[in-house]
């Protein structure tokens, strides 16, 4: 089967996931409706913490997180079947970051003993995340000519993103050491730099296109014996 169409699901999922259970979160009184990219009235976890939402939350996020393992695996495929060019520590961050995003979302809703464990978490499964992708972008910077036109173009973009990313990072620590009410707009920058890690995994679809990066399975048949 085709891997690129994983790239889309892996990033699309999520996005999916949190905007359909803020919908429902928001129609049982749980979070108010607004825009929470600019009015900043919720944070991603609270769209996913109080029943029915919850269960919503965990039965897509926690397929999701599988997925981003699975992801980091086929990153490290096509960098070696196209450029040669290998990056252990890059796919176990990226794996490392899918198990932490699974284990935020087991801790969410269960109660205040495992708050600092849901927080551990999505911090790292962003920071961890962001850090992978950096280290992708080393090894395709030194794939040299190899580079296509496309990729050259999905590279170009994925840095700019990355730098973003890094600068709504460094901003939000600045504001949060600086800015008094820092609170009152923490969760738009949350949701925003969801939106930018999303992007970043969904870009992989049109490198692996272009490569038509396949996933084998092989099934085991049973031989029936013949009769002599």
């Known amino acids: 089967m085709r891997a690129a169409p994983i790239a ?11 905007h359909i259970t803020y919908f429902i979160a928001a129609s049982h009184g749980h979070v108010d409706w607004c825009n929470p990219y600019w009015d900043s009235c919720t944070s991603i976890s609270a769209t996913g913490r109080q029943l029915p939402e ?14 981003a393992i699975l992801f980091w695996w086929l990153v490290q495929q096509w960098l070696w079947q196209v450029h040669q060019r290998r990056s252990g520590a890059m796919q176990w961050l990226g794996s490392i970051a899918g198990l932490f995003l699974i284990l935020y979302v087991v801790a969410l809703g269960e109660g205040r003993d495992y708050q ?3 927080r551990t978490g999505i911090v790292l499964f962003f920071s961890l995340t962001f850090l992978a992708q950096l280290l992708f972008l080393y090894q395709l910077g030194r794939a040299g000519e190899r580079v296509t036109p496309l990729q050259r173009n999905i590279f170009g ?4 993103m990355a730098a973003t990313l890094l600068g709504i990072g ?16 923490e969760d738009a920058f949350e949701w925003v730099m969801m939106l ?15 490569s038509d990066v396949r996933v084998e399975v092989n099934a085991a048949r ?5 009769p002599e």
């Open 157 to 160: 973009w994925q840095k700019a």
């Open 54 to 67: 919850k269960l919503v939350f965990k039965f897509i996020m926690i397929p999701a997180g599988l997925l």
């Open 170 to 185: 460094i901003t939000t620590v600045i504001l949060d050491l600086t800015y008094s009410d820092y609170d009152s707009i």
């Open 8 to 18: 889309l699901i892996t990033g699309l999922l999520p996005l999916f996931c949190i």
């Open 222 to 226: 049973k031989k029936s014996a013949s």
């Open 196 to 210: 930018f890690i999303v992007a970043q995994f969904c870009s992989h679809y049109w490198l692996w296109r272009e």
């Open 116 to 118: 600092q464990v849901r």
